[in-house]
T-cell receptor, first 110, second 117 residues
Framework: LAKTTQPISMDSYEGQEVNITCSHN???????ITWYQQFPSQGPRFIIQ???TKVTNEVASLFIPADRKSSTLSLPRVSLSDTAVYYC???????????FGPGTRLSVLP | NAGVTQTPKFQVLKTGQSMTLQCAQD?????MYWYRQDPGMGLRLIYY???????DKGEVPNGYNVSRLNKREFSLRLESAAPSQTSVYFC????????????????FGPGTRLTVT
């Protein structure tokens, strides 16, 4: 199982772009990189997933370098409602034993 | 389409009591999971079920048992609750939505907040 390392916390201001980097040095060939968002008292919610290069959806972008040993979640123009914990998860699509790290607690300030 | 549902939402137990947490999904997913989340911590996998009829241990299985009753339902049982099992318990299922090309997504329930005194 590929373990991940993320910053424990980050602060940002409304309207700024936020980049959260996750390290996964022992990622396997068939592993995907997935990011989840969790608000207090709720279950995690899927944000974005990628395998290599760049993926973009309506809420975020995910940048993955060629060696895939790290990934960066980019949140454009954050708002107060983006204050949450963000988890980086690495595993294959048939993988069942998912390992969540402690995540990154993002605080967006006015 | 309710997604993943969990019951109860809250529960208080005394040490030594037993209880079963219920989880159901209506998305026809094969794989289901039970996690626990302690305050300020990430989620830790207790048990998972890759398909109906199979279950496997995760990172922290001690003190728990599970049953994959059918494809929809996956229950978690505490036979003799201990204060160390005070936590929020999340159930999840794994799907392959078309909007994620070749990828997958875990869908989480709202959680059960359990306190053992």
């Amino acid at each position: 199982l590929a373990k991940t390392t993320q910053p424990i916390s980050m602060d940002s201001y409304e309207g700024q772009e936020v980049n959260i980097t996750c390290s996964h040095n022992n990622i396997a060939t068939n592993d995907y990189i997935t990011w989840y968002q969790q608000f207090p008292s709720q279950g995690p919610r899927f944000i974005i997933q990628g395998y290599k290069t760049k993926v973009t959806n309506e809420v975020a972008s995910l940048f993955i370098p060629a060696d895939r040993k790290s990934s960066t979640l980019s949140l454009p123009r954050v708002s107060l409602s983006d204050t949450a914990v963000y988890y980086c998860l690495v595993g294959p699509n048939y993988g069942q034993n998912f390992v969540f790290g402690p995540g990154t607690r993002l605080s967006v300030l006015p | 389409n309710a997604g993943v549902t969990q019951t109860p939402k809250f529960q208080v137990l005394k040490t030594g009591q037993s209880m079963t947490l219920q989880c159901a999904q209506d998305m026809n997913h094969n794989s289901m999971y039970w996690y626990r989340q302690d305050p300020g911590m990430g989620l830790r996998l207790i048990y998972y079920s890759a398909s109906e009829g199979t279950t496997d241990k995760g990172e922290v299985p001690n003190g728990y048992n599970v049953s994959r009753l059918n494809k929809r339902e996956f229950s978690l049982r505490l036979e003799s609750a201990a204060p160390s099992q005070t936590s929020v318990y999340f159930c999840a299922s794994l799907g392959f939505p078309k909007r994620i090309r070749l990828g997958y997504e875990q869908y989480f329930g709202p959680g059960t907040r359990l306190t053992v005194t």
